[in-house]
């Protein structure tokens, strides 16, 4: 099958590559030249660990190539996917469908023959019946069925998780459609990932109920973090306590600095939008947006607390930028918050990570980078791990200790034990544990 993916970010490039590996004929078009360049010229635009190797690949073997323009893609495609940004619109929290429609729009004027135009950016309720609106009024004779197929990757992970999903979920009531997504997605059959076929509204709301029921769950640990902080309990056992019932299951619930990242901010407001205007409000999702936005702020206030109630003059050292490990993706990460506020309240920030410090630039004002986590720590008044990145996980603790100005460490990812931390000399504080407070 011939592919057109409209939009190559993280979520159209993995796409593309991973359809292309299947032995589809694939072209990932984008409106940013640079980033097309980069594709063409062999350099990936983003950090996805295995996607540097599956591109090469699928390019040598003639199977995937990249454009600015969409037209001729488009024109050879049985299918164009739209996997363009979907950001919060500013102001109101609602998702901006501008890209989608534009989008929409473009391959509408230049579309031939029976096309299936799969929607893969996460849309609320209702896009699917707008593209297909804007599709007809831009070209009445045209041939087409209208898809919703949210994508549920998870970026660090996303070519494992495109080529082995916990099921695809594809929207529509069109007969024609359905036999053109089976085909795309026939590799997978194999493997026997689930295939849920359903309406389209059906499809575009169960890829923001997942979100946000995941965004629900984060936000729910990392509140009995803070009771076992308050009465002397361990979070992660309880974790581990609740995680191993099977009605609950242990992912997600990690306590951490709050969730961030390019989806759970965005999708839990507009899913709260939606709800809103449909005159179904959802409050556990209202409140879970509430939390989260709280919570970074009271992670500044836990390092601010560490350091003896007061940061002004001092420098904090932070190691981890990325919402998570794995990914340079820097959107809503916890740490501008929690850097800002240190900021505010008078510290110099110096910062260390392994992918995102780039990407970072763009958000963070007067930061300093350093090239390795012991650069970030040397002469510094506290260290505070932001985020859980491997190299992170055995660093030399004691030669930090050694260079360090004052040995307080925070860490809010939890990655070492209290009591280690306390027998080696360091002030530790860590999220929802007894030992874990400032000592
Ligand atoms: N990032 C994730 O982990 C993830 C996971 C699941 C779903 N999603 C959803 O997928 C969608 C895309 O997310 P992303 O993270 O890949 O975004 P992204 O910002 O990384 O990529 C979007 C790309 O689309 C391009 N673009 C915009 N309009 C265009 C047009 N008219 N023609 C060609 N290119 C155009 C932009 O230049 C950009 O490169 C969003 O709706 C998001 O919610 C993202």
Known sequence: MHVAMIGSGYVGLVSGACFADFGHVVT??????????????????????????????NVREGRLA???????????????FIAVGTPSRRGDGHADLSYVYK???????????????????????GTGDEVERIVRRTR????????????????????????RPDRILIGTDDERAKRVMSELYRPLYLNQAPILVTSRRTAELTKYAANAFLALKVTFINEIADLCEAVGANVQEVARGIGLDNRIGS???HAGPGYGGSCFPKDTLALIKTAQESRA????????VAV?????????????????????GKTVAVLGLTFKPNTDD????????????????????RAHDPEGMEQARAFLKDVTYTQTPYDCATGADALVIVTEWDAYRALDLDWIKDRLNAPVVVNLRNIYPPDDMHRRGFAYTSVGRPNGLAS
């Open 28 to 57: 990932c078009v984008d409106k940013d030249p640079a980033k097309i360049e980069a594709l063409q010229n062999g350099r990936m635009p983003i950090f996805e660990p295995g996607l540097a190797e599956l591109v090469a690949k």
């Open 66 to 80: 990249f454009a600015t323009d969409l037209a001729g893609p488009v024109r050879e495609a049985d299918a164009v």
């Open 140 to 163: 009445p004779d045209a041939d087409c069925a209208v898809v919703s197929n949210p994508e549920f990757l998870r970026e660090g992970a996303a070519i494992s998780d495109f080529k």
């Open 330 to 349: 820097m959107r809503e990460a916890p740490s501008l918050a929690i850097i800002a506020a240190l900021q505010e309240a008078g510290a110099t920030v």
């Open 103 to 125: 989008a929409a729009e473009e391959i509408a004027g230049v579309m031939n023959g029976f096309t299936v135009v799969v929607t893969k950016s996460t849309v609320p309720v």
């Open 281 to 288: 409000s959802i409050r556990t999702v209202e409140t879970v």
């Open 251 to 253: 992912k997600f619930l």
């Open 292 to 312: 989260n936005d709280e919570r970074k702020r009271a992670m500044a206030a836990k390092v601010i607390a560490a350091c003896g109630g007061d940061v002004n």
